[in-house]
């Protein structure tokens, strides 16, 4: 167990709605990285918090938001949910820039 | 452009046969690569890393990985596979700067026949 854990497990919104999908990382962990898994791919990485502020992004428009909180939980906002941002949403912390990534498993986002 | 490519999209094996799958990659700068592997549901799990020094790395659940930066590959082997092996596999490559932002291959499905 990786001590990564992502909240709700699986959650259903409709086309335009808004989302929160949160994130409590492994204890001491500063750094946090989102990713996207669509069904048959590879994950993408969506953006990464170190201390609270954002410290990089992937090709995500900017609906895709994020927040780390000072006890390292996160949190994943996406608006005006469309009908392809159905997919996994990992979540994956580690220690610092340089080491290993530690993923939860997921929360499941399916849009309708 | 920075890339993963896993030539494989679905493997099948039996059970106590060797296994190689295959990652190749596209990266500007010193690559750090990584092997995760996913079993169906449940998020990624590491299993191992290579950041310098010996190109062939060990990891966990007897898997090994040999870098070679000729071929710009980095290859998963296992001598004997087990039918708890049966999961998606993902090779990944970042900057040795931030190994948080990682790009993934595809992916590669392993079956294990009985």
């Known amino acids: 167990e990786t001590g990564v854990t992502q909240s709700p497990t699986h959650l259903i919104k409709t086309r335009g709605q808004q989302v929160t999908l949160r994130c409590s990382s492994q204890?001491?962990?500063?750094?946090v990285s989102w990713y996207q898994q669509a069904l048959g791919q590879g994950p993408q990485f969506i953006f990464q918090y170190y201390r609270e502020e954002e410290n990089g992004r992937g090709n995500f428009p900017p609906r895709f938001s994020g927040l780390q909180f000072p006890n390292y939980s996160s949190e994943l906002n996406v608006n005006a949910l469309e009908l392809d941002d159905s997919a996994l949403y990992l979540c994956?912390?580690?220690?610092?820039?340089?080491?290993?990534?530690?993923f939860g498993s997921g929360t499941q986002l399916s849009v309708l | 452009a920075q890339s993963v490519t896993q030539p494989d999209i679905h493997i099948t094996v039996s059970e106590g046969a060797s296994l190689e799958l295959r990652c190749n990659y596209s990266?500007?700068?010193?690559?750090?690569l990584f092997w995760y592997v996913q079993s169906p549901g449940q998020g990624l799990q590491l299993l191992l890393k290579?950041?310098?020094?010996?190109?062939l790395v060990q990891g966990i659940k007897g898997f090994e990985a040999e870098f070679k930066r000729s071929q710009s590959s980095f290859n998963l082997r296992k001598p004997s596979v087990h039918w708890s092996d049966a999961a998606e596999y993902f090779c990944a490559v970042g900057a040795s700067s931030n190994t948080g932002k990682l790009i993934f291959g595809q992916g590669t499905t392993l079956q294990v026949k009985p």
């Open positions: 990266y500007g700068a010193t690559p750090y």
């Open positions: 994956a912390s580690s220690l610092d820039s340089t080491g290993g990534l530690f």
């Open positions: 290579y950041f310098s020094g010996d190109t």
């Open positions: 204890s001491g962990h500063n750094t």
